[in-house]
T-cell receptor
Framework: DAGVIQSPRHEVTEMGQEVTLRCKPI?????LFWYRQTMMRGLELLIY????????DSGMPEDRFSAKMPNASFSTLKIQPSEPRDSAVYFC?????????????FGPGTRLLVL | QKEVEQDPGPLSVPEGAIVSLNCTYS??????FMWYRQYSRKGPELLMY????GNKEDGRFTAQVDKSSKYISLFIRDSQPSDSATYLC???????????FGKGTLLTVNP
């Protein structure tokens, strides 16, 4: 299995621009999570989906952030408009509600820099 | 008070040393406890998982949970340079799939 796939791996943009991050979870996994990691705040959960339905978006910082999961194999996290404080590494993770329900498999992350 | 506290280090040890990494937590609802390892510029990967108080061993790694003290530890025996990474504790409660992470401890094992 290829694991969780994220794109792009790096993104540099200017303040005010729209940013779209993409994630392909592991096939067969029914949970998908979006995290943000910074030195100051560590790894924070932004939102998670179960069977393509958003379950908890309480970690989404502002209305500028939105996430969708149109099908079981694809999810996007969009920031519009982007701000310098959004600069971070964004991780997507997926898991399967089986015997190891808490095991989340992380992608390689997208490093976002907003100038 | 943050829900999960973890000393960020950095921690530097010689090869072969025993390493102890720790987290404390305040939420009594946490029932599942994990340790993730994150190499530089990579995503975290699950290292150990436990849901009960006591010790769980896997090779050179031992995870310890003390629910009465709200304290968890990860011990690494015979540490190797390849163990150099950031170690994050994580925990969740009940049927909730949300993980709350510590900030991570940066470990360097020197050859």
């Amino acid at each position: 299995d290829a694991g969780v796939i994220q794109s792009p791996r790096h993104e540099v943009t200017e303040m005010g621009q729209e940013v779209t991050l993409r994630c392909k979870p592991i096939s067969g996994h029914d949970y998908l999570f979006w995290y943000r990691q910074t030195m100051m705040r560590g790894l924070e959960l932004l939102i998670y989906f179960n069977n393509n339905v958003p379950i908890d978006d309480s970690g989404m910082p502002e209305d500028r952030f939105s996430a969708k999961m149109p099908n079981a194999s694809f999810s996007t996290l969009k920031i519009q408009p982007s701000e310098p404080r959004d600069s971070a590494v964004y991780f997507c993770a997926s898991s399967f509600r089986g015997t190891s329900q808490e095991t989340q498999y992380f992608g390689p992350g997208t490093r976002l820099l907003v100038l | 008070q943050k829900e999960v506290e973890q000393d960020p280090g950095p921690l530097s040890v010689p090869e072969g040393a025993i390493v102890s990494l720790n987290c404390t937590y305040s939420n009594s609802a946490f029932q599942y406890f994990m340790w993730y390892r994150q190499y530089s510029r990579k995503g975290p990967e699950l290292l150990m998982y436990t849901y009960s108080s006591g010790n769980k061993e896997d090779g050179r790694f031992t995870a310890q949970v003390d629910k009465s003290s709200k304290y968890i530890s990860l011990f690494i025996r015979d540490s190797q340079p390849s163990d150099s990474a950031t170690y994050l504790c994580a925990m969740s409660g009940g049927s909730n799939y949300k993980l709350t992470f510590g900030k991570g401890t940066l470990l360097t094992v020197n050859p």
